[in-house]
Structure formats: structure tokens, C-alpha cells
């Protein structure tokens, strides 16, 4: 496994990797892995000839107000584990290389951007689109692998993908959980015991909803209801949304209907913590 | 010389082209070909394996109240010079191949577009810098042309590549002029001949302007109302701006120093046509 720090440096490496006709598969990651990124890491060894992990905390889709400051960073552990998960090359840039001096050029996707995590963040996502559209002109990437659990994040860089006409696919890759439900989240270090425990109940209200659907409740507004009551008995400090969505616009469905593929995003704070998951599903 | 209308179609045939490791070179257009166009061609030629030339009148980068509809377009005659130039490969789309119906993803270059032309076309710059991403992406060219008539234009595309780490070069070619001095627009159309005659003296006062500062005028102020008073002699509608900036950040100059890299750009309307020119200089 080789790490690069610097842009030329890795251009150079991955043009070599492109002339020999490899297969390149991309993994942009902020670090602190868990198993999450590690089953992005394993599925692109699979598909691809050549796997590039990038480490970067970006503070572009931090507002001043979060956690940049103190987000979880461990490079030397992290770099055991993508190189135990099949990774070839990291690029962990410092800031100046990324954003040097006097940066003026942003990307924005309208509409998906002020939605959900928007009305909280509303500076992220132009940060993740800038930062993404980034490293994928740095890596040129065939395929670029990300996780569910950011699934407005997936739903952005697809569509930003499409309008660009970026020569990539995109890869959404399923959550991936603690054996109690909770998602796989670098922030998850955050929790003291007592909220860790009552964070479960996050995965237990989707499932909770799930089954009503199953069981053919179509009205969104008794589902979120149920769900945010299982929620309630669980000491959050504040639950920022749960909602029900269109997967494609990501606008709030008033009524379920078959054949409806549809969002359960969610975003609770317990503590200062603040936790997002949700669920992807075709109404039957 | 063979004509996509398709993105699928010129992508396919592109990536044969790098596959055999032909070097591309790309001329984007707005079509209504004049010398100017003509000059990028050649020097792509020249230096490149493969000549694509896009010809897309790009909507996003006109203001409702601008000349989309009117402005001059000939494909036919265009399809024609193009080859004698020597260009390979035409990409013509049709407005819906660009911008699908749901296109929400757009690049901005803060600060750099919205001085200048920005002040007076608040979106444009806008419009051309996501439309040239995605022909870009598109064409995944090794070099792009633009002429230096844009000058604004190439400053804020060139600080985009640079920023968004695209893989490709920028290419400023010097701008084309009428015998008389006019440079070449296809705008220079809606001239009646008058005007045509009239708007001979942007040239003149960008010479006097350079001849000043030869002469160690290093006033801006001095050198704009000279020019300025030698362009109201010849019937201006308007004088949008006459300028001297730095050709790096386009910020006003105060005050010229030897070896100072500027621009003296300007725009004027005669009758309804708005012209632009310019010159880029270094003070000695």
C-alpha cells in the first residue's frame, strides 16, 4: 500500500495505474474507519483492479458551529485497517493542498441541497459536491463507492454526477451495523454508555416502520408519528427530523402508494450528538 | 469530419481515440464561426492528435433579457470551415442533451464573476462555467482553446481548472481582428454600418492606452479618461466599463509598477450591440 500527500504525486501513480488499462475503484472517506468503510473498501477490491481510499477531513462541509475541531482522526490505525481490507493507495492531503490560498470555485446542487440535513447544514453539501468533484478529478475513478447510511449525500453526488456529465458511476453500498442496530458512524465515539444504549432505538423505529408498511399503512403521517413516539422514550435531546421522502427529489410523500420507492431519513441528537441513519424501500 | 449530436455517441468515440493515445484538443463554441473560431481550431491542430469543436448556444449563460434567440447561428457554414480548419470531430447538441429536464447542479468561481462583465451579466459567468465542466467532462480533452476576446472568461475558467483539480490544460489564444482593428465577434453582425465604422475606436483605445504606459504613464485613472474621451468622440450608446485590472485577481489597479501583469478590459454598446475587447500587458 503506498500513501500520497500530494496531488502530482498521486496523478502520476494513478496515470500509470489508467495507462495499464487497471480498473480503478475510489473510496472518499473522512477517516477514523469502522466497518463501514471497510466493506466499501472489500466491495471495490472486488469490482476493481486498483483501490484508492482518500482520508480528508473536509472543513468546507463543516459549518463554524460543528465538529471540525474534533472529529475523530487516527491515521496510523486507519491505514492498518485499509490495508488489511485490500486498499493500494491512500491520499490523505493536508488542508493547503486541497484548498490552497485564495480558492474562489464551489459546486452546488440546488433543491436536494436545502432539504433534510440542509435545513440543519446548510452549508454541507456544497461542501461534500466541491470536495467530491475534487477527488474525483484527482483520482479519476471508474467507480466511486459510498455508503448508505449519508443516503441525501448519495443522492447529491449522483445527481451532481449526471447534470456534470462526470465520467464516473457511482456506487451506493448498504449501511452497515453494530450488532445492536446502531449504524456505523465515526461519530458513534462520541456517546457516553448511557446514550449509546438508547441510540438503538433509532434502527428500531425504522424497522418499527417497515412493518407498518408491510402491513399496508400508506398514511406517512401515522408512521413518522409511531416513530418518533418509540423515539421519544429514549432521552434524546432533540429529534431534528423523521421524515418519509421521494428517493429520486427527496420531497415529503403525503401518501404512500405501490411501486413508491421512498426515503426514511431521520437525524436525532443524543447529547451533543447528533446522528443520522435511515431506510430505502419499494412500496408493495 | 464527423458530427455528434449525443453525449453517449462522442464519448464512445473519444475513449477510442485515448485509447490509441491520441493527444485531444477542444475548441467550444458558440458556432457562428469567424477567424477567431478559426485560429483555435489550427493551433489545436497543430498540436494535437484530434480536433473536437463544440458549437452549443448556451442558455444559461444569457439573462432572459439578452440575444439567446437572435444570436446569429449557421451550422451548415460553420460544418464547412470547421473541416477546412482542420477539425475532426463537431459535437452539436440540442439544449435538452445538455440540461435534461430536473438539471439542478451548477459551478460558481466567487469574486472573479462578478466584476467586469459580472456587474452587468450577474448570472453569466455562471452559465459558462458549468457549461464548459460539462463539455469538458464530456470530452475529457488534453487541451482546451479559448480566445483572449473572453479574457474574464479564460481568467475564471482557468482559476475552475485550477481549483476543481479538472485534468486538462488551458489554452488563451491571442484575440483575431478585422483589418481595421475590430476583433472578431460574431455579434460584429448586428453592426449596421455606421456602427461598424464607429466601433473601430475600442481597438484604438486600447492602443493609445498601451502607448501611454510605454511612455511611462502610470496613472489609471489618466489612461481610462483618454481612452474613455477618444471612445465618446465616435457615438457610443454606452460605456459600460473601461478598466485597468490585474490580470491575476481582476481587481482595480490604483497605481502602475513596473512589472505589474495587467488587463484594460471594456465594453460598449453601439446602437443595441454590446462589444467587449481588451488588451493584457506588463508594465516594464
Given at each position: 500500500m503506498i500513501t500520497f500527500s500530494q496531488i502530482p504525486e498521486i496523478r502520476l501513480q494513478l496515470k500509470a495505474e489508467r495507462n495499464a488499462r487497471h480498473l480503478v475503484g475510489f473510496v472518499p472517506t473522512m477517516g477514523f474507519l469502522h466497518e463501514g468503510h471497510l466493506s466499501l473498501i472489500k466491495k471495490a477490491k472486488q469490482e476493481n483492479d486498483i483501490v484508492v481510499l482518500s482520508i480528508f477531513v473536509n472543513?468546507?462541509?463543516?459549518?463554524?458551529?460543528?465538529d471540525l475541531d474534533r472529529y475523530p482522526r487516527d491515521l496510523q490505525h486507519d491505514a492498518l485497517l485499509a490495508q488489511q481490507a485490500g486498499c493500494d493507495i491512500v491520499f490523505v492531503p493536508p488542508v493547503d493542498e486541497m484548498y490552497p490560498s485564495g480558492f474562489l470555485s464551489y459546486v452546488t446542487v440546488n433543491e436536494l441541497s436545502t432539504v433534510l440535513e440542509g435545513e440543519f447544514r446548510p452549508t454541507h453539501f456544497k461542501g461534500v459536491t466541491t470536495v467530491v468533484l475534487k477527488l474525483l478529478n484527482i483520482v479519476q475513478p471508474d467507480v466511486a463507492y459510498f455508503g448508505q447510511k449519508d443516503v441525501q449525500q448519495s443522492i447529491i453526488l449522483k445527481k451532481m454526477i449526471a447534470d456534470l456529465n462526470l465520467p464516473v458511476r457511482i456506487d451506493v453500498v448498504p449501511t452497515i451495523r453494530e450488532a445492536d442496530g446502531l449504524a456505523m458512524s465515526s461519530?458513534?465515539?462520541?456517546?457516553d454508555p448511557g446514550q449509546r444504549k438508547n441510540a438503538t432505538v433509532l434502527h428500531r423505529s425504522l424497522l418499527l416502520a417497515e412493518t407498518n408498511i408491510a402491513l399496508g399503512e400508506h398514511d406517512p403521517k401515522k408512521i413518522v408519528d409511531a416513530m418518533t413516539a418509540m423515539i421519544l422514550?429514549?432521552?434524546?435531546?432533540?429529534?431534528?427530523y423523521v421524515k418519509i421522502v421521494?428517493?429520486?427529489?427527496?420531497q415529503e410523500k403525503h401518501i404512500l402508494q405501490s411501486g413508491d420507492t421512498i426515503v426514511l431519513p431521520l437525524a436525532v441528537r443524543f447529547g451533543a450528538t447528533r446522528l443520522i441513519d435511515n431506510i430505502i424501500l419499494t412500496v408493495k
Open positions: 472543513p468546507t462541509q463543516f459549518a463554524p458551529s460543528e461519530r458513534n465515539v462520541y456517546l422514550e429514549h432521552n434524546p435531546t432533540q429529534i431534528d421521494d428517493a429520486q427529489n427527496l
